[in-house]
């Protein structure tokens, strides 16, 4: 698989940037609007995760984008499979289960670093296609980059000035 990572320091606190990115609403704010994403549905495993509308583990988002507006719609089904946090670190992984890619797993992990938080991106794919698909996974890393640098951007803009 191929493997895609960025950090980002935010000046903001550890618990505010692990709830926004917690909630469908962050996903919302973070994906570039080039991507025309639409929230098809979110299933939460129990009622105190959906009231607060926070995505635990097992939580699926359905949901499609029209990259560009123009190519073809997309339709991507993710799940939370693994959610920790303490006071100082906290981890999710999304998986997709449906979707575009042949695999694609993206662990989010954020570290209390006094007043501010460390934001870490790491995602594995790998493009459909069998052997073509796996020595064309790289190419992804170009989309990746820009897309990635526009969340943490964002991720800033948006908590930075709430501080």
Do not use: C
Request: no cysteine; glycine share 8%; hydrophobic share 35%.
């Amino acid at each position: 698989m191929t493997v895609y990572h960025r950090r980002t320091t935010v000046e903001a606190p550890f618990s505010q940037v692990w709830e926004f990115h917690s909630q469908i609403s962050g996903l919302e704010a973070l994906t570039p609007s080039w991507m025309f994403l639409s929230i098809d549905s979110v299933h939460y495993p129990e009622p105190s995760a959906a009231q607060s509308k926070t995505l635990v583990r097992d939580s699926e988002i359905e949901m499609s984008m029209r990259p560009l507006g123009v190519l073809p719609r997309q339709h991507w089904v993710s799940r939370i499979i693994a959610r920790e946090r303490n006071d100082t670190t906290g981890y999710f992984i999304d998986k997709m289960i449906g979707g575009p890619f042949q695999q694609w797993e993206h662990t989010h992990r954020f570290f209390a670093d006094g007043e501010q938080t460390i934001l870490d991106d790491q995602v594995e794919y790998q493009l459909p296609g069998g052997r073509l698909g796996r020595r064309m996974s790289v190419l992804g890393l170009i989309g990746f980059e820009a897309m990635f640098r526009g969340r943490h951007r964002t991720t800033k803009a948006l908590l930075e000035d709430e501080t």
